[in-house]
């Protein structure tokens, strides 16, 4: 694999009641925006524990008796179960609606959204199985909040770079999604012209078309490093001397091709100064003025980065976050890979009806640079399995199918613009699919 296909390749391998867009805020913050426009069922509810005290906030000890039952006089209805832990001590958690299981995950956190669909029950139970430590649960919130507002389900599909475009590429997974971004067919040298197939590019476009025909098609386009240059030196020539005939070359390129948006897809390792900062800004403002609506451009960007100011942000349409890969420090917890990330994101102040959050169709182990398939290992995975531990220890993390279904829920809850899938073709069909759980969780 190239280096620069690599590259962008690693940046990949990382992851409601409608709220008015705007800055983004923290997890532990949920519950004010939901407060506002919908009940917490949780407070009209009878309580019951075992190992607490009856108030709301309650202490549990390790224990296979540490449960809190939460039931009603007659059948109330729910979609989502929020749960709140001062701390990060929860390894384990079931939940029961009816006594029935409906849940089992390995971490709360802050706080952890479990989606449920829509429900109809007379008691939710909550037990913890297993912690590293004390802990200490601090609130339950069991809400019925909206499924009806626009929310994008983006396939980010690598195709083959050589021969038959759409060799190892199951077009069957790729049905149900709203959005899809292609690479690698468009690269772009330092004078700014495009080096693409064209009838590649044709063909793409009508196979995706035939299957899918009110989704939109966007391309990813990256620098095209030779002999003499890298990465850096492409897009430095090309952003800022030859921006205007980059943007051009794209223009014409996405009306010629039935594309409908443009996603740079750049290293964000170059921006270490205001210069590099500035050209990608003013790069923006002349693509944009090249390429007019319905047309879109697209950005990947670190949820710490804050590359783009305020003209950039209006004007780019699509902000692809790459959240923290699932085998990184925590083992790629909710809190880590979906929390962290919108916390982080506050500073940058992106639009959250603009932003989308990425979730991995595999595991990925950085000591050996080798990826996992989802498909390889989803029947050891079942319903709510994350992790898998191979004959050699080597632990592997997932997005498993709960864990996949309640991060799209809680970011359709949040107020983000979408999903991301990075190599959905990875996935299986049937009741493990992943992409089955991000459409169940948007419905």
Not at 24 to 50: H, M, P, R
Not at 126 to 154: A, E, M, P
Not at 173 to 185: G, R, S
Not at 406 to 416: H, Q
Request: proline share 2%; with cysteine; hydrophobic share 40%.
């Amino acid at each position: 694999m190239k280096r620069r296909t690599l590259i962008l390749f690693l940046i990949l391998i990382v992851f409601a009641v409608s709220v008015p867009a705007g800055t983004l805020v923290g997890c532990s913050d949920i519950k004010n925006l939901f407060e506002v426009d919908a009940t917490n069922l949780a407070d009209y509810a009878n309580f019951t524990y075992s190992n607490g005290d009856n108030k709301i906030n309650f202490s549990l000890k390790a224990s296979d008796e540490a449960w809190v039952r939460i039931s009603w006089d007659s059948a109330v209805v729910f979609n989502e179960i929020f749960l709140y832990e001062s701390g990060d001590n929860v390894t384990g958690f079931e939940i029961y609606v009816n006594d029935e299981l409906v849940s089992s995950q390995d971490g709360i956190g802050k706080m952890r959204n479990v989606y449920v669909g829509a429900t109809t029950a007379t008691s939710v139970t909550v037990k913890v199985t297993s912690c590293k430590g004390s802990y200490k649960l601090t609130d339950i919130g069991i809400y019925n909040l909206s499924r009806s507002r626009d929310f994008h389900s983006t396939a980010f599909v690598r195709l083959n770079d050589d021969g038959d475009p759409f060799s190892g590429v199951d077009l069957s997974l790729l049905k149900n999604y709203t959005d899809y971004l292609i690479y690698p067919l468009v690269t772009f040298d330092s004078s700014g012209n495009l080096n693409v197939n064209g009838s590649d590019l044709i063909e793409v476009s009508q196979k995706f078309r035939s299957f899918n025909l009110s989704a939109k098609l966007h391309l990813v386009i990256i620098p095209a490093p030779n002999a003499d240059e890298d990465d850096n030196d492409v897009r430095h020539s090309a952003l800022k001397d030859h921006a205007e005939e980059l943007a051009a070359n794209i223009s014409t390129l996405l009306k010629a091709s039935g594309f409908d948006g443009a996603v740079l897809g750049f290293d964000f390792s170059f921006a270490e100064n205001l210069f590099d900062y500035g050209a990608y800004n003013e790069f923006i403002e002349t693509l944009r003025g090249k390429l007019m609506s319905p047309y879109e451009i697209g950005v990947f960007i670190n949820p710490d980065a804050k590359i783009f100011n305020k003209a950039s942000k209006r004007l780019i349409d699509n902000f692809y976050v790459v959240t923290p890969n699932l085998n990184d420090n925590t083992a790629g917890t909710f809190a880590k890979t979906v929390c962290d990330t919108l916390e982080t994101l506050k500073d940058s102040n992106l639009p959250k009806s603009k932003t989308h959050l990425t979730v991995p169709f595999y595991s990925y182990d950085k000591e050996t640079e080798t990826l996992y398939k989802y498909a390889d290992y989803a029947k050891q995975l079942g319903k709510y399995g994350n992790a898998v531990t191979l004959d050699d220890g080597t632990s592997l993390r997932f997005a498993g199918y709960t864990f996949a279904r309640d991060m799209t829920a809680f970011c359709y809850d949040y107020g983000i613009a979408g999903i991301l899938s990075v190599c959905p073709h990875y996935d299986v069909s049937g009741s493990l699919s992943l992409a089955a759980a991000i459409k169940d969780a948007m419905q």
